[in-house]
């Protein structure tokens, strides 16, 4: 059986700040699989690499710009977004409290701050030149984006960055959006997200079509991964940080881990594949 892959959330978020180059460069330190991270995309037509629609939480954008609530990324051109520190408030919030328990060294804090909002060209060509692959995720645009043509833009910038499709695997919650990539880079492998609403029970017909699915772990029992498996299915789940709860799912036979903590679940994950050596 394959290894379980572990996927750094949104790069090794518990030690760096989220979804900057500092986080992915985290993840590849500490021999995460892949990273995964979140696409949102300037007003100008910048794709960035992004988690929330608004810029308040992780970067400083309330202070420079104390006019513009509620910050949201689609309003700001990417000279605006270009201008914003994505770092200092990772040692001001310690949001996994790994500062506090001693696991990020004060030279990798220093360097936190004035870290920027990465563009998708400088993800991609990170992820390139490591030799490493990421999980690509387009999330719904908020206004006045709702209709840009992601996609296509992703493709523009893969080209430019001449990145080989092996190294990228696009992922949404937007099925009609996999459905397009499918249809103009087969090769580049589509993952179909579901779970995003924490308190519904997940529809699996509705990804009967995908042969790789990304889902919610607390809507997802090791049961539900050992059918799914029996199915023919590849199986990641997001988001797992505990190492018990990893270790079932890794037993169940799960493809990957979307994980906050990739630094305690690449040797679990390790260790379970020796275990299971001739
Ligand atoms: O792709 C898995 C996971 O990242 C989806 O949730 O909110 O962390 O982007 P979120
Ligand atoms: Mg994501």
Same mark, same amino acid.
Do not use: C, E, I, M
């Given at each position: 059986m394959k290894r379980t892959q572990i996927i750094a959330h949104r790069g090794a978020r518990s030690l760096a700040p989220e979804n900057t180059l500092a986080a992915a460069e985290k993840g590849l330190e500490v021999g995460a699989d892949l990273w995964e991270t979140d696409v949102g995309v300037s007003a100008d037509g910048v794709l960035i690499i992004f988690? !929330? !629609? *608004? %810029?308040?939480r992780t970067t400083n954008a309330a202070e420079v710009y104390p006019d513009r609530a509620p910050w949201t990324f689609s309003e700001f051109t990417y000279s605006e977004i270009e201008r %914003? !520190?994505?770092? *200092?408030w990772f040692d001001r919030d310690d949001p996994f409290g790994q500062i506090a328990a001693g696991r990020v060294g004060l030279a990798d804090q220093q360097g936190y701050v004035g870290l920027k909002v990465p563009t998708v060209e400088e993800a991609l060509a990170f992820t390139k030149d490591n030799d490493w692959v990421v999980n690509i995720e387009l999330k719904k645009l908020p206004p006045p984006l709702e209709n840009f043509p992601v996609v296509t833009e992703f493709f523009r910038v893969m080209d430019r960055v001449r990145i080989a499709p092996e190294q990228v695997r696009l992922s949404s919650f937007q099925h009609h959006w996999l459905a397009q990539a499918r249809s103009l880079r087969p090769e580049v492998e589509v993952q179909a997200l579901v779970g995003y609403h924490r308190d519904r029970p997940i529809d699996w017909r509705a990804v009967e079509d995908y042969q790789t699915i990304n889902a919610r772990a607390t809507l997802t029992p090791p049961e539900k991964v050992r059918q799914l498996v029996a199915a023919g299915k590849k199986i990641n789940l997001f988001t797992v940080n505990e190492t018990d709860e990893a270790a079932r799912y890794i037993e169940a036979g799960v493809s990957g881990l979307f994980s906050d903590f990739p630094q305690d679940l690449v040797p679990l994950a390790l260790a379970a594949a020796g275990k299971e050596t001739p």
């Open positions: 988690h !929330d !629609d *608004s %810029l308040k %914003l !520190d994505a770092g *200092s």
